[in-house]
């Protein structure tokens, strides 16, 4: 059953001059594993970008309340370069509270947009209206 979906679009150079201008921001929304790849270089703009959408569709797949850390959603790479979604502390507390027990996400960047879909999954059972 779905829980929610959240989907965001971030202009990618927008995001970059906001990253430039405000000291300390990208170390606010981001953890140190993501501002990296897996090989260890720095991600690109159109990368973090996409994350950062991630991390809004992800608040907006939970109803968006105002209490989230965003350290507390981490957007991994599993196999073969799919990304995934690791939650801890708030997010995973109020993803709880809603019964979400899977995640699904799914990030793009072109055109100078960077966007993300996130579907909060629950336990079988029939559709939300």
Same mark, same amino acid.
């Given at each position: 059953?779905?829980?929610?979906?959240?989907?965001?679009?971030?202009?990618?150079?927008?995001? @970059?001059?906001?990253?430039?201008?405000?000291? +300390?921001?990208?170390?606010?929304?981001?953890?140190?594993?993501?501002?990296?790849?897996?090989?260890?270089?720095?991600?690109?703009?159109?990368?973090? &970008?996409?994350?950062?959408?991630? #991390?809004?569709?992800?608040? #907006?797949?939970?109803?968006?309340?105002?209490?989230?850390?965003?350290?507390?959603?981490?957007?991994?790479?599993?196999?073969?370069?799919?990304?995934?979604?690791?939650?801890?502390?708030?997010?995973?507390?109020?993803?709880?509270?809603?019964?979400?027990?899977?995640?699904?996400?799914?990030?793009?960047?072109?055109?100078?947009? @960077?966007?993300?879909?996130?579907? &909060?999954? +629950?336990?079988?059972?029939?559709?939300?209206?």
């Amino acid at each position: 059953m779905i829980i929610g979906v959240g989907i965001d679009v971030c202009p990618v150079e927008r995001f @970059a001059v906001s990253l430039t201008r405000t000291p +300390g921001l990208r170390d606010r929304l981001f953890t140190p594993a993501e501002l990296q790849t897996p090989s260890g270089a720095p991600r690109t703009g159109e990368s973090l &970008a996409a994350r950062f959408a991630a #991390k809004e569709a992800l608040a #907006k797949a939970l109803g968006a309340p105002g209490d989230l850390h965003w350290h507390d959603a981490e957007v991994i790479v599993g196999d073969h370069g799919r990304p995934l979604l690791d939650v801890r502390g708030t997010v995973a507390r109020r993803a709880a509270v809603l019964g979400v027990t899977g995640w699904y996400v799914s990030l793009s960047h072109d055109g100078g947009i @960077a966007s993300a879909v996130v579907i &909060a999954e +629950g336990p079988d059972g029939p559709a939300a209206p």
